[in-house]
């Protein structure tokens, strides 16, 4: 066999109700002593959040909080983030929330001890090798969605406010030492926040099933986690309360992150530039956009497609496997076409321009040209799959 590959595959979790008391000890393991949490606004006051801080507090470890994180976080966040945790003298970062405390926890203790800029860091090549690793401080991640699985990535995305683009932030060690993934920190999730980031899994499951190249682990991952994610999202926003089919979407989850190593698609690249321009949530974009992609992609994809139905217990065909797509959609109050989710086409040209350039273009079944990210934008504009 002349096939050669890369491979990378995640740190230690720690799964299962209850274990986020394990907390304190997680963070001796990462050897982090005082730790800063990292969360977003709109997380830091609730109960879920003052639990952990108090957990910390009862077993004497002095931590910080940083909360001025927006949902789509933005390079201000990250810089305010840097000079609290340098002035409170941190030793390491509790990376708590959804992905956008995820991804900012993550990317300000990357930056911790960097002297250059952050968007030399931008994962584009080799760009990563410019850190020096020494002044990358350890993470504990402790995801409360399930859905964006930046608890097992070495990567955060933050968009430039100044030129709208999200951004893809790299580097091997910025993969989280200890992952807590208790899914009884999840329940307290709104139903559109749950929709979002259950789909949001589905969606990284799905793009790095179908991306080209040889990457049999990822796939085997990613089937897994489509069948976890189309059987449990359900459960979940139908009983909030239903813990073991919370645990299945945070594995699905976690599946998702490590399985799209092997690429992502078309979903990523028109959601991305919408999410920056219209600050849409990120994987309630994905859901508005998924059945216009795999509709497109279905020359490339068409028996992949077929075998996973079958594996999900579905018709074993394409239209299968997209009938489900669309069903879940439906039950779960996606909306069916950008207009319904307050995205016009006045930035039609400009979505597509910044979509063909996204890093997860390349990973697309079919080359992305400006013409086809057109016309999947078209299609989600008036409902037609």
């Known amino acids: 066999m002349t096939t050669k590959a890369n491979w990378n595959y995640p740190t230690a979790v720690r799964f299962g109700a209850g274990r986020i008391a394990e907390l304190p000890d997680a963070l001796k393991t990462a050897g982090i002593s005082k730790p800063l949490l990292v969360t977003d606004a709109g997380l830091v006051n609730l109960p879920v959040t003052q639990r952990v801080l108090a957990l910390l507090e009862a077993a004497g470890v002095p931590a910080g909080v940083f909360a001025d994180v927006k949902p789509n976080p933005i390079a201000a966040n990250v810089n305010a983030g840097i000079e609290v945790l340098r002035k409170g003298g941190h030793d390491g970062v509790i990376a708590f929330g959804g992905g956008s405390g995820l991804d900012t926890g993550k990317v300000i203790a990357f930056m911790a001890g960097q002297t250059r800029p ?151 690249s028109l959601s991305h530039p919408v999410g920056a321009l219209y600050d849409t949530h990120h994987g309630m974009t994905n859901a508005v956009f998924m059945p216009y992609v795999l509709a497109v992609n279905r020359d490339a994809i068409e028996a992949r497609i077929a075998r996973l139905a079958a594996y999900c217990d579905l018709p074993a065909t394409f239209e299968g496997f997209q009938h489900a797509i669309l069903a879940l959609r439906e039950k779960l109050g996606v909306p069916h076409t950008l207009p319904e989710f307050k995205v016009t086409a006045e930035k039609r040209d400009q979505i597509a321009e910044m979509a063909i350039v996204d890093p997860t273009a390349g990973g697309n079944p079919v080359k992305l040209t400006k013409d086809l990210a057109l016309d999947i934008f078209d299609r989600a504009t008036e409902g037609r799959v």
């Open 118 to 268: 952050m968007w030399d860091f931008e994962d584009i090549g080799d760009w990563w090798t410019r850190a020096d690793p020494k002044g990358i401080f350890p993470i504990v991640a402790v995801p409360t969605t399930a859905g964006t699985g930046s608890e097992v990535g070495r990567a955060g995305v933050i968009t430039d406010e100044a030129t709208h683009t999200k951004k893809v932030i790299f580097h091997p060690l910025m993969m989280p030492k200890v992952v807590i993934a208790d899914p009884e920190l999840t329940v307290g999730m709104p139903r559109f926040i749950t929709v979002g980031t259950g789909f949001d899994a589905l969606a990284h499951c799905l793009e790095a099933y179908c991306a080209p190249g040889y990457h049999p682990l990822a796939d085997g991952i990613a089937v897994e986690g489509i069948r976890l994610a189309l059987d449990n999202l359900p459960r979940v926003v139908a009983d909030p309360n239903d813990l073991e089919a919370r645990g299945h979407m945070m594995s699905a989850a976690a599946m998702g992150a490590t399985a799209f190593q092997k690429g992502l698609g078309a979903i990523h």
